[in-house]
């Protein structure tokens, strides 16, 4: 019994001695794990960045800090969920839309009024520039339990619809998606339509095919890569706004962290925004081409028509944009480059 008792007290140290061998004991390197919410598939440009964000801050921290991403909208199907996931500190990153971020920022219509941006390079130079850096920092300043991250191009988004509209009138009645954001609401409201939120991304196709709504209003990417264009026929390329994404932090959750570590996730953050619009500018142009060659009807405006849908939407600048009037006047100030 005696011998029997110091063997097994051999063989304990022995096996403590080979874990000490090995390196630092298991307790100090174990990670820590930070979940991420995306509603796009994998393969989509925001997903492919949420990927390459994870990598770096995975290797520049040494493996201390893994970020899983859950794509698809698994984790919440919709945006504001997760938002107030981040708000509570129940999740620590979500890349998401600036159009559902306003219901919590409510500068952030600011830079998505309709027929704000001339082009892309317009809205980059505001973005990238003074005003759209001091935007993203005010997310966190304002209170809202947000930290802006840094921007991602999502292009322009027109209507699509199961049936053709040459004109504003020919919108009247018509049911449309909208992402939760009351400007938007307003804005199908001011062209005779009724707008519907509460329906995630991913939830499109299935409310066109049951007739719960006539269609929705999105990119060519999110009309092609949801399926919608199978579901909704007609794209209108009125290019109402251009709405960047955000890639957002919980302050309850990031605040706990080393302070050297937020400011690797800060960094890397950053760094994927040329890697998003890379991926971006690809799948724009191979959506547009899977779209047309699918037979949807894409319907481009009359200058006239374009111009009418221009001013149905122009009260949104007062009735939301009045307490942002400087930001809108520099962001048109800077569009006279573009
Ligand atoms: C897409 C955005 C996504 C939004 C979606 C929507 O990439 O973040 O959730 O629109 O309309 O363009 O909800």
């Known amino acids: 019994m005696k011998k029997l008792i110091v063997l097994m007290l051999v063989l304990l140290s022995a096996a403590t001695l080979s874990v000490f061998a090995q390196g630092v004991p298991e307790v100090a390197v174990k990670p820590v794990v ?23 801050v995975n290797e520049r921290t040494n493996g201390r800090i893994q970020i899983e991403v859950y794509t698809g909208g698994t984790l919440y199907a919709q945006e504001t969920g997760a938002i107030e996931a981040l708000q509570v500190g129940d999740l620590a990153f979500a890349r998401v839309s600036a159009s559902p971020v306003a219901s919590y ?40 339990g947000l930290i802006g991250l840094c ?9 699509y ?25 307003r804005m199908v409201e001011l062209l005779g339509a009724t707008g519907v939120t509460g329906i995630g991304p991913n939830e499109v196709y299935s409310a066109i095919t049951q007739g719960v709504i006539d269609g929705a209003e999105n990119n060519w990417p999110t009309y092609q890569n949801m399926g919608d264009y199978e579901a909704a ?8 706004t251009r709405v960047p994404e955000i890639l957002l932090g919980s302050t309850a959750v990031l605040k706990k962290l080393d302070p050297a570590d937020l400011e690797i996730i800060r960094k890397a953050a950053k760094e994927t925004q040329e890697f998003e619009i890379a991926a971006w500018a690809k799948k724009e142009a191979d959506a547009e081409q899977i779209v047309r060659a699918a037979g949807v009807t894409v319907i ?9 849908f221009q001013s149905k939407m122009a009260p949104l ?7 942002y009037m400087d930001f809108i006047n520099e962001i048109k100030e800077i569009g006279k480059k573009y």
């Open 151 to 159: 921007y991602y191009d999502a292009g322009s988004r027109s209507f």
């Open 300 to 308: 481009d405006l009359t200058p006239e028509a374009f111009a009418e």
């Open 233 to 240: 026929k007609f794209y209108i390329l009125d290019q109402h």
């Open 161 to 185: 619809l199961t049936k053709a509209v040459h004109k504003v009138a020919d919108m009247a009645g018509l049911k449309i998606r909208l992402q939760n954001n009351k400007m938007m609401v």
């Open 317 to 323: 600048y007062t009735e939301f944009g009045a307490p």
């Open 34 to 56: 930070l979940k991420m919410s995306e509603v796009h598939a994998e393969g989509y440009p925001t997903s492919l960045a949420d990927h390459e964000f994870a990598r770096l």
């Open 105 to 144: 920022v409510p500068a952030l219509n600011a830079i998505q009024m309709p027929y704000l941006y001339n082009n892309s390079a317009h809205m980059w130079a505001v973005l990238n520039g003074e005003l759209g850096q001091k935007m993203l920092a005010d997310i966190e300043t304002s209170g809202s």
